[in-house]
C-alpha cells in the first residue's frame, strides 16, 4: 500500500512553545490530506481537510490560528500547534489520499504530543 | 445520533472463532466504507474497504454491507491473539476530498 510518513513521533515541549509536524506522502501525490487528533481511549477527529495550493478547512470546533496547516506541495503537509497548552497533549494523525482517485486514505504513523 | 456508531465493546472471544464486528451509519449519502484496526498508540491500518452491497472477502476478513438497513460488519474467521484491537468503522461520501467519518471503535479481545 501507499506510504505516508509523519514525523515526529513524539514530542514534548513546553507550554506556550510552538510544535510542527510534518506529513509526507512517499509514494504518491496527494492533492488532499487530513488531519486527525485522538485522545485516550476515543476515536479519530478530524480536525481539518488539507487541500494544496489552497487554504485548510477546518471542522467546527477547532481553532484555524491556533491549528496552523500548510500543504505547499502534493507530498508535504504540516500542522503547527501554536502556544501549545497540556490540553493540546494528544495524539495527532495524518492521511493522504491518491490524487484523482477515490480510494481509501492511508495513515501516518502519528505524532504524540506531550505539553507539559 | 452519531453518524456512525459501532459497540465500544470489548468483544471477547476465543482463539480460532469468528469474531463479529458490526456497524451502522446514518448518512444515506455515504457510499464507501472502511475497517481500520487500530492497535494501543499506533495509528489506524486499513483491512478492508466495500463498495457495494453484499459480501467482500479478503482472506480471514469478510465485510459485509447493507445499504438498505445501512449496516457494515467484518467478520474475522480464524481469530488470533494477535488480531487483538480496536477496530474502527468509517464512512465517507464520494469524491477524492470528501472525508472519512469514525465510529468510536470497537475493543476486540482474542483470549487463548
Known amino acids: 500500500g501507499a506510504v505516508v510518513s509523519q514525523h515526529p513521533s513524539w514530542v514534548i515541549c513546553k507550554s506556550g512553545t510552538s510544535v510542527k509536524i510534518e506529513c509526507r506522502s512517499l509514494?504518491?501525490?496527494?492533492?488532499?490530506m487530513f488531519w486527525y487528533r485522538q485522545f485516550p481511549k476515543q476515536s479519530l477527529m478530524l480536525m481539518a481537510t488539507?487541500?494544496?495550493?489552497?487554504?485548510?478547512?477546518?471542522e467546527q470546533g477547532v481553532e484555524k490560528d491556533k491549528f496552523l496547516i500548510n500543504h505547499a506541495s502534493l507530498t508535504l503537509s504540516t500542522l503547527t500547534v501554536t502556544s501549545a497548552h497540556p490540553e493540546d497533549s494528544s495524539f495527532y494523525i495524518c492521511s493522504a489520499r491518491d490524487i484523482g482517485v477515490d480510494t481509501e486514505a492511508f495513515f501516518g504513523q502519528g505524532t504524540r504530543l506531550t505539553v507539559v | 445520533q452519531k453518524e456512525v456508531e459501532q459497540n465500544s465493546g470489548p468483544l471477547s472471544v476465543p482463539e480460532g472463532a469468528i469474531a463479529s464486528l458490526n456497524c451502522t451509519y446514518s448518512d444515506r449519502g455515504s457510499q464507501s466504507f472502511f475497517w481500520y484496526r487500530q492497535y494501543s498508540g499506533k495509528s489506524p491500518e486499513l483491512i478492508m474497504f466495500?463498495?457495494?452491497?453484499g459480501d467482500k472477502e479478503d482472506g480471514r476478513f469478510t465485510a459485509q454491507l447493507n445499504k438498505a438497513s445501512q449496516y457494515v460488519s467484518l467478520l474475522i474467521r480464524d481469530s488470533q491473539p494477535s488480531d487483538s484491537a480496536t477496530y474502527l468503522c468509517?464512512?465517507?461520501?464520494?469524491?477524492?476530498?470528501?472525508?472519512?467519518?469514525f465510529g468510536t471503535g470497537t475493543r476486540l479481545q482474542v483470549t487463548l
Open positions: 509514494d504518491f501525490q496527494a492533492t488532499t
Open positions: 466495500i463498495y457495494s452491497n
Open positions: 488539507s487541500n494544496e495550493g489552497s487554504k485548510a478547512t477546518y
Open positions: 468509517a464512512g465517507r461520501r464520494t469524491g477524492t476530498a470528501s472525508k472519512l467519518t
